[in-house]
């Protein structure tokens, strides 16, 4: 019989991945702080949660994939928090982008009720998760991280344990910071072409048949080149996952300069934007 | 019958381009600062001339492709320089990375002379210039262009007209620095991970399955994750590349702060380095 699996947090990322556990015939349980976004779940036979507790409560498996460090503390410790009422036995999962301290403190509290834990934040955007083609990083251990196999294969298409707990997120803070990174890169690169007077339209062009081809430039650079910016990994959260990479950097004693850098300008962008736009948007910093 | 082409500089780049040209059936006549680096290419078939001033004089069309904008300036300038020497209706096509603004300088002189010029910059590396397959990024007049194809058909295989003279140095420029940036953010990413003590073994894999790929995650990212960095790209080019590209922003009035924050640490690292390592080698930074 396959395990019931609760799920917490149904936005971008989270709504696809618990759609593709349902296809799998999971046995589902959601909860999700804006009710509205559990409607086309709950149509298609998943359970609604009346909190995380209430989730934790009801289930095997409980995954979590929410914003911030704050919204996961929040539906793990909270006053209607998950932790308390998982079972002796259960597995949890949390897929969000936190500090591999975070993650820690998850391992620790999870450890003493019993619990299995993996953290397990994922790559391949809102495209990924609806295909089904995740990434996971995954730190915890390796018998866990086999256990939840079956599990993990209806959402992703590969998920390497990269250590204990803390590894998952360390390599995706790393991940993002790269992208950050690239993306700004490509912001400067347009910025000072624009600036010159020479027109951007061929530059993506040329750029991908030269070493600085990559997926940013297939995926962003054109939104940039426009000034379009729906958002498909809000600047808020890029800014968050930068500003998490910068305090593990600072924790281990390094600098590094273009993160930064980086962060400086997509928290100036950031501070003028109301439309929550897409992290491409750095692009802004140097519209006139 | 087939121009005659003058050739200068026969560096990384310079020598494998003059060996298509010679393979391509086009005469030549070729000279380099350090003679001994024309000797293959005098052994295949080419002239060798004693001065830029004599190869200048001996040629329908010109191609340079030195180090930095001194170097063009000697060259083309200098007491045994080239300029003075051209035909009037002959061609000068200058393949270094320069300022737009010495390519505007250079397309000034040319002018007076009855000279036609191309500024033309390379991407491609080693690779592309050995197997004729690289990219030139074009600044002039489309005739002039059309005139030159059968020659930049034998070295790569795309030459976009960017605009009127400079604009292939500001293209240029902005790729070197969206690739200095997009090294350095690699080189800050595995600072991280591995600061942060998860190996970074299956860093490059991961990162390959996400947005983050990119050509330099393929060609760069091995030797930064080994510590080995034979120049292929010198960072001392790539230091002077993306100081260009800084030098450029200050006169348009606009701010790189990744670039600027990558230029202090290629800085930092040229300092420490007495190898002539590649660019890659930013990653020292990190290095205990």
């Known amino acids: ?29 959601v909860w999700n702080r804006t009710k509205a976004k559990a409607d086309e779940l709950t149509k298609s036979g998943a359970k609604l949660a009346s909190s995380p507790r209430d989730a934790a409560s009801r289930c ?52 003493k009720r019993g619990i299995d834990f993996l953290d397990a934040p994922v790559t391949g955007g809102t495209w990924g998760a609806e295909k089904g083609e995740l990434v996971f990083m995954v730190g915890g251990k390796a018998a866990v991280l086999e256990r939840m196999t079956s599990i993990l294969s209806a959402m992703g298409k590969k998920f390497p344990l990269l250590g204990p707990n803390g590894a998952g997120q360390t390599v995706k803070l790393a991940m993002n910071l790269l992208l950050a990174i690239q993306v700004d890169g490509f912001a400067e690169a347009l910025a000072l072409v624009t600036a010159a007077g020479v027109p951007a339209d061929r530059l993506m062009e040329i750029f991908l048949s030269s070493m600085g081809r990559s997926g940013v430039l297939e995926v962003k650079a054109p939104m940039m080149v426009k000034g379009e910016f729906p958002a498909s990994f809000p600047l808020r959260l890029m800014h968050k996952d930068v500003r998490l990479a910068l305090e593990l950097a600072r924790e281990k004693g390094i600098m590094l300069p273009a993160g930064a850098a980086a962060y400086a300008t997509y928290s100036a962008v950031k501070d003028v934007s109301n439309d929550d736009p897409d992290f491409s948007a750095i692009s802004r910093f140097w519209r006139k």
């Open 1 to 29: 019989m396959k395990p019931v699996i609760g799920f917490i947090g149904l936005g971008l990322m989270g709504k696809p991945m618990a759609q593709n556990l349902l296809r799998a015939g999971f046995p589902l349980v």
């Open 60 to 111: 095997d498996v409980l995954i979590t994939i929410v914003s911030d460090p704050p919204a996961l503390e929040e539906v793990l410790w909270g006053s209607q928090g998950a932790l308390d009422a998982l079972k002796r036995g259960a597995t949890l999962i949390d897929s969000s982008t936190v500090s591999p301290d975070l993650a820690r403190r998850v391992a620790a509290e999870c450890e």
